[in-house]
């Protein structure tokens, strides 16, 4: 069957106590206006606001060493998860509902479900 995805989320890795004062500097450095530095209300997400035909750009509270990675949305993660599979990455970690996955290169990486209505351009069909 099957199954769609694409670029969805450029994630910004902070290893820090407060994300606040770091979506600021993003914000500025972006010139993208923060949408909340509180996005689920854990302290873990704040997020810059994007057009649509953009990736999001999400900072993300973390334990290990501050990076930048980015994610791959989908509407059927194990399919996804698969066809990466076969072009040489591994899966890593299941986190709540998504795969954290690390490619020939080293570079980690996540599948996600959908995160915007409607999936939007730039989407990639896979049989």
Request: include cysteine; aromatic fraction near 8%; charged fraction near 35%.
């Amino acid at each position: 069957m099957p199954h769609h995805s694409r670029l969805s989320n450029l994630m910004i890795d902070c290893k820090v106590d407060d994300l606040a004062p770091h979506a600021e500097f993003w914000s500025k450095a972006l010139g993208k206006p923060i949408v909340t530095v509180d996005q689920d209300g854990d302290g873990k997400y704040a997020e810059l606001r994007t057009e649509a035909d953009e990736p999001m750009i999400l900072l993300q509270k973390v334990d290990h060493d501050s990076r930048i990675h980015l994610d791959i949305e989908t509407d059927d993660i194990e399919a996804e998860v698969a066809r990466l599979e076969k072009l040489g990455a591994k899966r890593i970690k299941f986190c709540k509902r998504w795969w954290v996955m690390e490619a020939p290169s080293g570079h980690r990486f996540c599948v996600v479900r959908q995160q915007r209505e409607p999936f939007g351009p730039h989407l990639n069909r896979w049989d």
